[in-house]
């Protein structure tokens, strides 16, 4: 995952036409509808040719899916990128799909990094991101200006963060049985908050105890945690597309 998102930040830096996938174009001051299809039709070997070019492979596993990519058109990539919006992807792809993943987030945050504050608009769901409407992957808390502890949900997609609301779950909007867990000895800076109407949750990463906290990254390091929700009964609410379990 190191390599891939070293990688991931070196195609960042060069500069690429920014056009948004089709189905995706925001107006100013809009509220955006939630799109009906997955971020599909643009160049994926833009990004993908230089994620994946010369990839040290770990595994014979991870060899064969690096070689299915190089030989996929971009009819296959359109589809894997389909399963992997849809969360469904299927068992055989389960081992590819993080490179898919990491190609769709260079598009669309360089997409979102040439966007104007302005253009931003709302999605009509409030726990969607608002650029791509994408899932968020944890929220964040942090200090901006003299507001300390500011919420903000943070895109698995595009590297977006949005304002929302504390104590309040992400899934059914209910703040009533709202209560936090950690891991005794583990990190202090990352807690799930857990919603007992619905029984899911979502990680909450404070950026004020731990300043060179990622979402992604963090989410990655503390699977322990989502083991211990899971054996509780909760389910994840966070989607992280580095990280597919499948069924
Ligand atoms: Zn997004
Ligand atoms: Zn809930």
Known sequence: MAELAERQAGIMAAPSANQPPAGFERKPGAEHPVPNSAPIDVDWGDALTPLLRDFPAPS????????????????????????????????????????????????????????????????????????????????????VGETPGLRYLHCGFCASEWLYPRIQCVHCGSGEQIAYHGIEGGDPAVQAETCDACHTYLKRIDRDKSPGADALADDLATLALDVLLNEQGYQRFGFNPLLILGQ
């Open 60 to 143: 014979a596993e991870v060899e064969q899916a690096l070689r299915r990519i190089a030989e996929a058109d971009g009819v296959i990539v359109n589809r894997w990128v389909a399963d992997l919006w849809s969360g469904q992807p299927l068992p055989d792809d389960i081992g590819l799909l993080p490179f898919i993943a990491a190609a769709l987030q260079i598009e669309l945050a360089r997409w979102a990094a040439a966007l104007q504050p302005d253009e931003l608009g709302r999605t009509t769901e409030p726990s969607r991101c608002p650029v791509c409407a994408g899932w968020p992957v944890a929220s964040l808390l942090r200090t």
